[in-house]
């Protein structure tokens, strides 16, 4: 089945800078990878997706880009702020309608 | 707003008690469900699949028996953990996905914290 390695797992940052998430997945077939954000004591929150026909896809200051070839996708955020700060969950699947694999996650951190 | 809405969102209780989780999807009509289990500091993992008017799925390791899914409705699911002990406390998240919309998301509630006494 689908496996999905997420790094780094804690990532400290200051206001105004950037912030990379990374994520590799095993199952070729996967073509869907969203990425959630999660406060504490909520339930995760989707903030960006793309899907394998796309290579790169950008929403304001969040950006994903999908390699599939290499079988990664990575989360980018610019112009950091410290509401920014919480944990980040990539996932894969397959075709609609099957559940996510997570990653473990990424506890950000952003100073002001 | 929330799509998805999962009731209660915090119960304490004592061993040995059966507990009821509800997640329902507003606003649009979902033939399934996923249940996930999230312990502290660490990612979710799926429990089930809930489909609407047939047995749920469930993951290796999850007993059917213990963790028992109901999806009577195509906008309800429940999950039932029963005879609850201490190593049952966690934190229980539901998910759907809209099949009206094109890239089909899947929307989580927000989650129910269960502590076991």
């Known amino acids: 089945g689908e496996n999905v390695e997420q790094h780094p797992s804690t990532l400290s940052v200051q206001e105004g800078d950037s912030a990379v998430i990374k994520c590799t997945y095993s199952?070729?077939?996967?073509?869907?990878f969203p990425w959630y954000k999660q406060e504490l004591g909520k339930g995760p929150q989707l903030i960006i997706d793309i899907r394998s026909n796309v290579g790169e896809k950008k929403d304001q200051r969040i950006a994903v880009t999908l390699n599939k070839t290499a079988k990664h996708f990575s989360l980018h955020i610019t112009e950091t702020q410290p509401e920014d700060s919480a944990v980040y969950f990539c996932a894969a699947s397959p075709p609609a309608g099957t559940a996510l694999i997570f990653g473990k996650g990424t506890t950000l951190s952003v100073s002001s | 707003g929330a799509v998805v809405s999962q009731h209660p969102s915090r119960v304490i209780c004592k061993s040995g008690t059966s507990v009821k989780i509800e997640c329902r999807s507003l606003?649009?009509?979902?033939?399934?469900m996923f249940w996930y289990r999230q312990f502290p500091k660490q990612s979710l993992m799926l429990m089930a699949t809930s489909n609407e008017g047939s047995k749920a799925t469930y993951e290796q390791g999850v007993e059917k028996d213990k963790f028992l899914i109901n999806h009577a409705s195509l906008t309800l699911s429940t999950l039932t953990v029963t005879s609850a002990h201490p190593e049952d406390s966690s934190f229980y998240i539901c998910?759907?996905?809209?099949?009206?919309?094109?890239?089909?998301?899947?929307?989580f509630g927000d989650g129910t914290r269960l502590s076991i006494l």
């Open positions: 199952d070729s077939a996967s073509n869907y």
């Open positions: 998910s759907a996905t809209d099949p009206g919309q094109p890239n089909q998301p899947q929307h």
């Open positions: 606003d649009f009509q979902a033939t399934t």
